[in-house]
């Protein structure tokens, strides 16, 4: 019994006190390897095997161009949005109560859990010149389907959780005392949301607005129904290296493939970034 | 003064027209962007009549289809399980030098998007890819075929059951465990035992919402599956092909099977954390 005691001091050599090290390791290490790595490095080895030269005139060809064009503008469109819409959810379900706000609070799950295609099929269906919404449309000359905008509408439906999800337990734990000391001092309550409220949610904020912003980018289900697909138009980048994949040019896929990736890396380095800023804010208060 | 717990009881009097007005506009904008289209795949599905509802379900293609999403699933989700319960307890119970960054390449696929999956796929396993020669020479098939759709299935689900898990796992620490392991418990007893009791609705959480993306995913599956009517073809690529075959009822038909799955996804999300808060 005392050996076990021993084997069990506060910090640093706890490793190896539970069974099933070897087992969990190997598991784990050669699922990540096969399943995640081994397809990855695949794509950088052809990155490698294309060169500098090749890569940067198959990215400035003037299709890949506007298809990436195209891609960032209308995720930035559809960030906006979510931003905006993101940041209005979380403060309507924190701040008020009112019948049916866990039924709207449910329905924020709603576009995770849809599948992509199917919130692709039915968005398109509705913004069609037949459809529920393309009918009133139409008559003001706003069509959506076939251009930037269904782009956009699709990506943002795809990524409305993010900003909300992110923000909501930020506004939940947010002190009401520090609200109360600014109303009291006569702060306007567009002041205290100003200089008391953003402050305090706009790490997260920001964080749920840069993984909104990059799950755009790559949204490809729910894009392709409604965007209409027309080279140099509305073409997205992720569907332009499918079709060079079909015109089996793979470096051309490989080198707008790994744009994309090291444009979601380098998302995701931001994202932890902010995310490690907002806990050493969130430790000081 | 009473502690303000109810939301709501922060607002004042003179607010109260703005809080009107700001739940108004979100209620009016979350009705227009999601609730109306997730009405509208019901409505188109049975737009023509139950009968016809029926008979895009039952086409020869469409049943295949979900016979299909539903093998994968049954194959993708426990590997998952399995997998996601050895790196959580790998990484929630030993300390190991490169712990974080396994965990981030657990958790990659989440930021790598599903086409650039695929393309990373067809590049390893295709005829010109890494292993395509390897491949050809032992004449085994892995793409435009029931293993390419596995794996590629494998890579975007692999980081779910982890995620749920993994966090419980660290806030309850491992003493409950030590304290089997002083009294002789075996390590398949301590996690059959205590373990598993302690993590059981977060594993399900993780283990439907795998499901879920198992069932629901389009991107990835399209590159490596070759999309071959009656063969290949899962029910999320089913619905873009009926989409291109204009057949728009049908589409809507396969769609709200889809939509179903997904409100059930969402009502199992709801009892699960009803059961975790009341643990």
């Known amino acids: 019994m005392t050996s076990v005691a021993v084997a069990i001091p506060r910090s640093g050599r706890t490793r190896r006190v539970l069974p099933g090290f070897g087992l969990t390791m190997g598991l784990t290490l050669s699922y990540v390897g096969i399943i995640v790595l081994l397809p990855v490095l695949a794509l950088v080895l052809k990155g490698a095997e294309i060169g500098p030269v090749r890569y940067w005139e198959i990215v400035t060809s003037p299709r890949t161009l506007a298809a990436l064009r195209l ?3 209308a995720a930035a469109i559809a960030t906006l949005f979510n931003a905006a819409y993101g940041l209005l959810m979380a403060w309507v379900l924190t701040r008020y109560c009112f019948p ?55 990506m943002s439906f795809t990524s409305v959780p993010f900003v909300v999800r992110t923000v909501q337990p930020i506004l939940e734990d947010l002190d009401p005392a520090v609200e109360e000391a600014a109303r009291s001092l006569g702060a306007s309550p567009f002041t205290i949301f100003r200089r008391v409220i953003f402050p305090a949610i706009q790490p997260a904020f920001l964080v749920g607005a840069t993984i909104a912003f990059a799950r755009s980018l790559g949204e490809f289900g729910a894009v392709i129904f409604i965007a209409g697909n027309l080279p140099m138009k509305t073409e997205i980048a992720s569907l332009l290296a499918m079709i060079r994949l079909e015109e089996y040019d793979y470096n051309g896929a490989a080198a707008i493939a790994l744009t994309l990736m090291l444009i979601a890396l380098i998302l995701l380095a931001l994202s932890n970034w902010l995310q490690s800023r907002m806990q050493r804010k969130g430790g000081v208060t | 003064m009473k502690p303000a717990v109810v939301p709501g009881a922060l607002a004042p009097r003179e607010k109260q027209t703005a809080s009107r007005l700001l739940i108004g506009l979100a209620v009016a904008v979350t009705a227009v962007i999601i609730v109306v289209p997730l009405i509208y795949i019901f409505w188109r599905a049975l737009a023509d009549g139950f009968g016809v509802f029926a008979q895009n379900i039952l086409d020869p293609n469409t049943l295949h289809a979900v016979w299909l999403t539903a093998l994968v699933a049954l194959i993708t989700v ?21 712990r974080k960054l396994l965990l981030t390449v657990i958790e990659l696929p989440f930021s790598i998007s599903p086409i650039i999956a695929g393309v990373c796929y067809l590049l390893l396993y295709g ?11 032992a004449d085994i098939q892995i793409l435009f075929a029931l293993p390419g759709i596995v794996l590629v299935t494998l890579f975007v689900t692999a980081p779910f059951v982890t995620r749920e898990v993994l966090p419980l796992m ?22 059959r035992l205590v373990t598993l009791p302690n993590i059981r609705w977060a594993l399900v959480y993780g283990a439907v919402l795998a499901s879920a993306r198992a069932i629901g995913e389009f991107g990835a599956v399209s590159v490596v599956s070759g999309s071959i009517r009656g063969q290949t073809n899962t029910l999320p690529l089913q619905i873009e092909l009926l989409f291109n075959d204009l057949n728009i009822v049908g589409a809507f038909a396969a769609a709200s099977t889809l939509t179903l799955l997904a409100l059930v996804t969402m009502l199992i999300k709801t009892l699960v954390e009803g059961r975790t808060k009341s643990d």
Do not use: C, H, K
């Open chain 2, 78 to 98: 426990p590997v998952n399980i399995v997998i996601g319960l050895a790196a959580a307890w790998l990484i929630a119970r030993f300390t190991f030098p490169g």
């Open chain 1, 71 to 73: 891609t960032v503008t």
């Open chain 2, 170 to 191: 660290q806030a309850q620490g491992s003493e409950q465990e030590q304290a089997a392991l002083t009294l002789g418990a075996s390590g398949f007893q301590i996690f």
């Open chain 2, 127 to 137: 005829r010109q890819g890494l292993l395509g020669p390897m491949l050809a020479d």
């Open chain 1, 100 to 154: 049916g706000r866990r039924l709207l609070d449910a329905m924020m799950d709603i576009p995770f859990a849809l599948p992509t295609a199917v919130a692709g099929l039915s968005l398109t269906a509705l913004f069609s010149a037949n459809g529920w919404y393309g009918s009133i449309l139409a008559p003001a000359g706003i069509s959506v389907v076939y251009t930037i905008w269904g782009v956009a509408i699709a």
